[in-house]
């Protein structure tokens, strides 16, 4: 079956720096869309970014992803990172094989931000 | 913007009791599903339903029950707590191009 892998459950970074979230995906089928969603403490996962585009560059609030097909990623990034971008961060995946167009989640990495 | 409201916000259950999680949405979305977040294991999918008076199992079904009698009501239904079922749960609708989730229930099984 699909499934989405985060390797790293905590990232630790300093304000200012760069970030980079892994997501590598398995699926069976072409016509899948890939999805970041975040979620600040509390509150209900929302929609951080969404492509189904191979090679092309996803942008939004800062964050941005690309699709790579070849190598089955669809990594987070963000040049300069906020004290206000500490959550959690889940990769998903959703796709006909699943029948329902659920949205198959990674196990979510945990970015905290330090000053 | 999408609403997808869920009640009880946090719910203390004990071991052997019933439970009932409610969700409602006023998006005249097709699609409702229902998923536990437990840490090191993300979001994972119970049921599901794309249509009033139907639903579907999800990944981990066994112990939840669910009901859509209406298509802005979807239920989930533990009719035995038990100790594992601990988590928070998440509701959420779906247009083609995004989930909306709600804000959650917090369920503490003792």
């Known amino acids: 079956g699909d499934s989405v892998t985060q390797t790293e459950g905590l990232v630790t970074v300093t304000e200012g720096l760069p970030v980079m979230l892994n997501c590598t995906y398995q699926?069976?089928?072409?016509?899948?869309?890939f999805f970041w969603y975040v979620q600040y403490l509390n509150e209900a996962p929302k929609l951080l970014l969404r492509s189904s585009t191979d090679n092309k560059r996803t942008e939004h609030q800062g964050f941005h992803a690309t699709l790579h097909k070849s190598s089955s990623s669809f990594h987070l990034q963000k040049s300069s990172v906020q004290l206000s971008d500490s959550a959690l961060y889940y990769c998903?995946?959703?796709?006909?094989?699943?029948?329902?167009?659920?949205?198959?989640f990674g196990s979510g990495t945990q970015l905290t931000v330090m000053p | 913007e999408a609403a997808v409201t869920q009640s009880p916000r946090s719910k203390v259950a004990v071991t052997g009791g019933k439970v009932t999680l409610s969700c409602h949405q006023t998006n005249n979305h097709d699609y409702m599903y229902w998923y536990r977040q437990d840490t090191g294991h993300g979001l994972r999918l119970i049921h599901y339903?794309?249509?009033?008076?139907?639903?579907e199992k999800g990944d981990i079904p066994d112990g939840y029950k669910a009901s859509r009698p209406s298509q802005e009501n979807f239920s989930l239904i533990l009719e035995l707590a038990s100790l594992s079922q601990t988590a928070v749960y998440f509701c959420?609708?779906?247009?083609?191009?995004?989930?909306?989730f709600g804000p959650g229930t917090r369920l503490t099984v003792l």
């Open positions: 339903s794309y249509v009033a008076d139907s639903t």
């Open positions: 699926t069976a089928y072409s016509d899948v869309a």
């Open positions: 998903a995946l959703s796709g006909a094989s699943s029948g329902s167009w659920q949205l198959i």
């Open positions: 959420a609708s779906r247009t083609n191009a995004e989930q909306f």
